[in-house]
């Protein structure tokens, strides 16, 4: 008998979009290779859309074995107690409480945890964190933020042990998309920089898997943090008596 399949949850945008004849329509939707990672990984992916009702997180995440949050647009500044910089123009309230929500209770559940770009970034931030709000105003440069539809890259070193160094190369290229970065992660540990000085991983502390990158690995050829993921995910079924 094989072992049961993990389900892993990933948030999704909730915007207008096209499709067909269609256009301009409100629709859940996110980039399919977050959830062809996760399948890859031997998980089940579920596409969580932004949910206002209230105990939506918990009675959601009772259900799961693990929780990804993707990436997307910028975090609301006043979430970090900052006001909105001149760069910082799009954001989507409901989309931020919602995974906030999630994040509130994964940590207290100690469901294992996958947060890639924004969701790094909004890890940060459910933990009391802060985030920079323009790069370029910091580096120098917009190589971070690549082009409207394609990714920059950046060279990145893992700089402390734990799950990311054992899970990742101690140095790569990866693929990148973003104007914003983590300035301040209180309980994660800081385990990657780019070239640039740039947070690009982080984790919790303790045996939880709860790691964030900034980086797009589902856009990239090295499945291991979807394999970190799934493999917690796995275990903590086993753990409850699920596998």
């Known amino acids: 008998m094989t072992d049961p399949r993990p389900v892993i949850g990933i948030t999704t945008y909730r915007q207008a979009a096209d499709w067909g004849t269609w256009r301009q329509v409100e629709a859940d939707l996110l980039p399919a290779d977050y959830a062809r990672s996760i399948e890859r990984a031997g998980g089940v992916p579920v596409l969580l859309p932004p949910i206002e009702a209230p105990g939506a997180a918990a009675a959601v995440l009772g259900r799961l074995d693990g929780i990804l949050i993707a ?55 459910a933990a009391g964190g802060a ?50 970065a983590v300035a301040e992660h209180p309980g994660y540990r800081a385990v990657a920089h780019d070239a640039d000085g740039v947070l690009q991983a982080m984790e919790a502390e303790g045996d939880r898997f709860a790691v964030g990158v900034q980086w797009h690995p589902e856009t990239d050829d090295d499945p291991a943090l979807f394999d970190g993921l799934v493999a917690a995910a796995r275990e903590r079924m086993r753990d409850r008596g699920h596998g």
């Open 131 to 180: 985030l920079v709000q323009h790069l370029p105003d910091v580096v120098g440069h917009d190589r971070h933020a690549g082009g409207p539809t394609s990714y920059g890259s950046a060279d990145v070193r893992v700089d402390a042990d734990g799950r990311v160094a054992d899970l990742v190369a101690p140095e790569l290229t990866v693929p990148v998309h973003h104007h914003q």
């Open 71 to 125: 990436g997307g647009a910028d975090v609301n500044p006043g979430r970090y107690g900052q006001d909105p910089d001149p760069n910082t123009v799009r954001w989507y309230d409901d989309r931020d409480a919602w995974e906030l929500a999630l994040l509130q209770e994964a940590e207290r559940i100690r469901l294992p945890l996958l947060g890639i770009c924004r969701g790094m970034q909004l890890m940060a931030v």
